[in-house]
T-cell receptor, first 111, second 114 residues
């Protein structure tokens, strides 16, 4: 499975955009990049995923570099409720694949 | 819209006691269902997954078992709990077989074994 590398922690001012980077230099051509987050004591929440193109939904935007070796999750206007651990994962292809989290990035949104 | 329910939210059990955790999904048919465990300070470990009623695949040998008696119901059980069974148990669902189908998680059950 392709591994991912994320910063351990980040701070973001409330109302500002939060940009969370992820490196996945060993990603294969047909592997998707997924982002989840986990607020303390809750289950992980799916945010967004993508293959090659940039993606946007009501929660966030996902920017994937042309070589697909890295990506950035953007929360356009961070709120205090966005404080959580954010996980970037690469899903292997085929079958009913498990979700495997690394250590993630602890995002602290500061008032 | 689809929703997933897990209960109980927290559970404290003595060593050697039985266990039954339940998960149900609403708003979708024939979902793929998963049980994960998240130990403190560690990542997710897939325990079981199911693609249909009565069909269970186990990822790791363990003291636990799973059953799927109905299309949208997934149960995690144990006959005799061990101390090492403590953890945060998460149920998840997805649909289809495509690689672009996300898994959606419930709010989990925090299990403490005394």
């Amino acid at each position: 499975d392709a591994k991912t590398t994320q910063p351990t922690s980040m701070d973001c001012a409330e109302g500002r955009a939060a940009n969370l980077p992820c490196n996945h230099s060993t990603i294969s051509g047909n592997e998707y990049v997924y982002w989840y987050r986990q607020i303390h004591s809750q289950g992980p929440q799916y945010i967004i995923h993508g293959l090659k193109n940039n993606e946007t939904n009501e929660m966030a935007s996902l920017i994937i570099t042309e070589d697909r070796k890295s990506s950035t999750l953007i929360l356009p206007h961070a709120t205090l409720r966005d404080t959580a651990v954010y996980y970037c994962i690469v899903r292997p292809t085929g079958g009913y694949q498990k979700v495997t989290f690394g250590t993630g990035t602890k995002l602290q949104v500061i008032p | 819209s689809q929703t997933i329910h897990q209960w109980p939210a927290t559970l404290v059990q003595p060593v050697g006691s039985p266990l039954s955790l339940e998960c149900t999904v609403e708003g979708t048919s024939n979902p793929n269902l998963y049980w994960y465990r998240q130990a403190a300070g560690r990542g997710l470990q897939l325990l079981f997954y199911s693609v249909g009623i009565g069909q269970i695949s186990s990822e790791v040998p363990q003291n636990l078992s799973a059953s799927r008696p109905q299309d949208r119901q997934f149960i995690l059980s144990s006959k005799k709990l061990l101390l090492s069974d403590s953890g945060f148990y998460l149920c998840a669902w997805s649909v289809g077989q495509g690689d672009d189908q996300p898994q959606h998680f419930g709010d989990g059950t925090r299990l403490s074994i005394l």
